[in-house]
Nanobody, 115 residues
Framework: QVKLVESGGGLVQAGGSLRLSCAASGFAFSEYTMNWYRQAPEKKRELVAFVSSGGDMTNYAASVKGRFTVSRDNTKGMVYLHMNSLKPEDTAIYYC????????WGAGTEVTVSS
């Protein structure tokens, strides 16, 4: 079955960096676009970034463009979110997502940015 496991979250000061990882299994990873979403307290879940199946196309939410970079390693079944210049408003639970027949989600990894 499809399994997505996020890791790498934590507490960081504003201006700092984190790298989130998502380990994917149970589907043909290299054939699917992978997405990163986040959900802040009392807010709706929002799309942060996605990377195409081959890794050659990426896109970002306006709020993170220029600070976050999404990448993937199709040989390892991994997708990453490199987050730089973090701001308190980036505080959220970050989720890995794939639509492979149905929408699949990981359990999320929590990122807290202190001011």
């Amino acid at each position: 079955q499809v399994k997505l496991v996020e890791s790498g979250g934590g507490l960081v000061q504003a201006g700092g960096s984190l790298r989130l990882s998502c380990a994917a299994s149970g589907f043909a990873f290299s054939e699917y676009t992978m997405n990163w979403y986040r959900q802040a307290p009392e807010k709706k879940r929002e799309l942060v970034a996605f990377v195409s199946s081959g890794g050659d196309m990426t896109n970002y939410a306006a709020s993170v463009k220029g600070r976050f970079t999404v990448s993937r390693d199709n040989t390892k079944g991994m997708v990453y979110l490199h987050m730089n210049s973090l701001k308190p408003e980036d505080t959220a639970i970050y989720y890995c997502n794939v639509i492979a027949g149905a929408a699949y989600w990981g359990a999320g990894t929590e990122v807290t940015v202190s001011s």
